[in-house]
């Protein structure tokens, strides 16, 4: 058989990073690095209440500031709902969001784009204008807001575009379904052992060096450009397409390289802003969030509640699994109807040769800040779960846990019947593009 030496100029061969000399030599290469100098400076005012419905907005001191160009508010911006997750279209994530709401869901939930000159004049005039709230309770327990007299989506035009993934704005459900295989009742009952546990993880937050920042700018033939530290460039797109009522070929995304993302720059967590205010304006924009914005205002993993019931032969063969898990998506739905699939398919695929199982999930809105993608994507908080309780399996059974894993884990050439252990999210679109 002949050698292809061609391939040796490649393979086993080092290749340099395009960018390995601009980094080495400290040349441009992250998002403010290629700012114009003459960029608008973007501030947002944000709510200091978990849940309120703004009555009046007093900018007229605001806009006496020197240097201040304008103060946007819910009155000022196009009435499109949308959603700001990264994710493949038909997003199954709902469209939830508005540039600017009346309504505030959490605090630091934006309430005016402020834009200025500087930014010693953007803070200046964001400290000037006077809301007036009507303060309302918000939904703090996720384990309270299935069916809560508070909505925390109370308005009309809320919507999803995927089918069957059961959200209800008036239940506060974002998503819910349940997906068997087998009666789990009937063989837990007969189970030996049953461990019937529940764990709980909490929002983390990423903590990328280089934080939320964009800047925008139309281009001669009047397309606008958004240069963005972001992890979907294409996503961006449409997403801004869709907030400001644009077509997407009006539209170009262009993606330096980002100073850390982890997931969380796969949702546009500042891009609408500059985009919104270049589009009013004509003139370029840009907004970088402070490090406290990008902790309290942008997008951590999902909390998770999970519920699981374990059932086991006393030789340690594990028979039944049921799950359940209840997702805290927070004040919008970025990512909870993905996040949450991948809680139990990439942790009951694990132990894939049981008699019957059960996966059901909850993903509920809350007045905390939206959550999103992180590191894992759902399946670390549902792994730790399921860990967990074959662990606690293994005690109780007097077992090494290493063995009851070897005796029940997947192998090469298992066939786990009708459970895929996919990912809701394709399921879904595909199911939804038939």
């Known amino acids: 058989m002949k050698r292809d030496v061609r391939s040796l100029k490649i393979v086993n061969q080092p290749v340099p990073k395009k960018d390995a000399q601009a980094l080495l030599t400290g040349k441009p290469v992250y998002t403010a690095d290629m700012t114009p100098k003459d960029c608008l400076v973007i501030k947002l005012l944000r709510s200091p209440h978990a849940f309120a419905k703004i009555l009046s907005i007093d900018k007229s001191k605001a806009l006496k500031v020197e240097g201040i160009v304008a103060v946007f508010t819910y009155e000022d911006v196009p009435q499109n709902r949308f959603t700001i997750a990264g994710q493949s279209y038909p997003e199954p994530s709902p469209y939830d969001r508005m540039i600017l709401d009346q309504w505030v869901r959490y605090v630091g939930d934006p309430v005016a784009i402020v834009v200025g000159e500087n930014e010693q004049a953007a803070i200046q005039a964001m400290r000037r204008i006077?809301?007036?709230?009507?303060?309302?309770?918000?939904v703090l327990d996720p384990t309270e807001a299935i069916d809560n007299p508070i909505l925390v989506h109370p308005e009309d035009d809320w919507r999803q575009l995927v089918p069957n993934l059961g959200g209800d704005a008036k239940r506060n459900l974002c998503a819910s379904n349940v997906e068997s295989e087998g009666d789990v009742e009937a063989t837990l009952a007969d189970c030996d052992v049953v461990i019937d546990t529940v764990y709980r993880t909490q929002a983390c937050q990423q903590a990328m060096m280089e934080t939320f920042r964009a800047f925008a700018y139309l281009d001669t033939y009047g397309r606008l450009n958004i240069v963005a530290s972001t992890q979907v460039p294409f996503h961006v797109r449409r997403i801004v397409g869709t907030a400001l009522g644009w077509p997407h070929s009006k539209i170009r995304v262009i993606k330096p390289r980002i100073g850390g993302g982890f997931g969380a720059k796969q949702t546009a967590v500042c891009e609408v802003y500059p985009a919104f205010v270049t589009a009013m304006t004509g003139r370029p924009s840009q907004i970088i969030f402070t490090r406290e914005e990008s902790?309290?205002?942008?997008?951590?993993?999902?909390?998770m509640e999970l519920h699981i019931r374990l059932g086991a032969s006393k030789?340690?063969?594990?028979?039944?699994?049921?799950?359940?898990?209840?997702?805290?998506?927070?004040?919008?739905?970025e990512h909870g109807p993905t996040t949450v699939?991948?809680?139990?398919?990439?942790?009951l695929s694990l132990y894939p040769r049981l008699e019957s199982w059960r996966f059901a999930f909850d993903v509920v809105y809350t007045n905390h800040m939206g959550r999103g993608a992180y590191r894992g994507y759902g399946a670390t908080q549902g792994i730790f779960a399921m860990e967990s309780?074959?662990?606690?399996?293994a005690k109780k059974l007097d077992m090494d846990p290493i063995?009851?894993?070897?005796?029940?884990?997947?192998?090469?050439?298992?066939?786990?019947?009708s459970y895929d252990g996919g990912a809701i999210d394709s399921c879904c679109i595909d199911e939804c593009l038939e």
């Open 130 to 138: 006077k809301v007036e709230y009507e303060v309302l309770e918000p």
């Open 295 to 303: 902790m309290i205002a942008s997008t951590p993993r999902h909390p």
């Open 315 to 333: 030789e340690g063969r594990i028979r039944a699994i049921d799950l359940h898990t209840l997702s805290d998506t927070g004040a919008y739905g």
């Open 341 to 347: 699939g991948l809680s139990g398919h990439k942790s």
């Open 389 to 393: 309780a074959i662990d606690e399996l």
């Open 403 to 417: 063995v009851l894993r070897e005796m029940n884990m997947v192998n090469p050439g298992d066939a786990p019947g």
